[in-house]
């Protein structure tokens, strides 16, 4: 297989965010581009994989930054910004 572009990869993220009730704004795309640009494509680069394997450690990294808010809103809990890309 093809390896993907980052922005293939970015948009990937973005929509299986969407798809589980996350919003990825621009500046949160952009830290994914530069996070997928930085990545060595091995033999062993997972494409579609990796990028699931993203987006989980941005959903974890976001539940630990949001479970010190006193009074978090459904955008609270919703947004990834670009402090929850690995």
Excluded: C, K
């Excluded at 798809?19 to 091995?42: M, Y």
């Excluded at 630990?64 to 808010?69: K, N, S």
Aim: aromatic letters at 6%; charged letters at 25%.
């Amino acid at each position: 297989f093809a390896d993907y572009s980052d922005d293939e990869l970015v948009a990937i993220v973005d929509r299986m965010a969407s798809d589980v009730g996350f919003t990825v704004p621009e500046d949160t795309a952009a830290a994914l581009g530069a996070h997928f640009a930085g990545v060595p494509r091995t033999e062993s680069f997972g494409n579609a994989r990796y990028a699931r394997q993203v987006l989980e450690r941005m959903i974890t990294r976001q539940a630990g930054r949001t479970i010190a808010l006193p009074d978090p809103t459904r955008d609270d809990l919703t947004l990834l910004t670009p402090a929850d890309v690995p």
